[in-house]
């Protein structure tokens, strides 16, 4: 009873950080999400705020003004900044 309750509140879902690209798979319906691990944020009062994510901010590698930073929070296959990674993968899964 309670195995059906709990699968209708929520989705069985897998990621693959990779450094090139993230990968959001969701069973029963394949990878739903296919983007580039690229984020563009700006810094604010030292906090980092993230404007772009994914496509959208691999547009913006070498474009940025100079205000705004566009990184890839994955380098060699680890996680290279955690509070820009974060914000990443809640956005990819916000687009999912």
Not at 48 to 68: N, S
């Amino acid at each position: 009873m309670f195995g059906k309750l709990f699968s209708l509140m929520s989705t069985d879902m897998a990621i693959d950080l990779g450094t090139a690209n993230t990968l959001v798979y969701v069973k029963g319906h394949g990878v739903q999400l296919d983007e580039p691990s690229v984020v563009a944020y700006v810094n604010q009062n030292g906090r980092k705020v993230v404007h772009a994510v994914g496509k959208e901010a691999k547009m913006m590698l070498g474009k940025t003004p100079i205000y705004m930073e566009a990184v890839r929070p994955m380098r060699d296959g680890v996680i290279a900044d955690f509070e820009v990674a974060e914000e990443m993968i809640k956005r990819f899964i916000q687009k999912v």
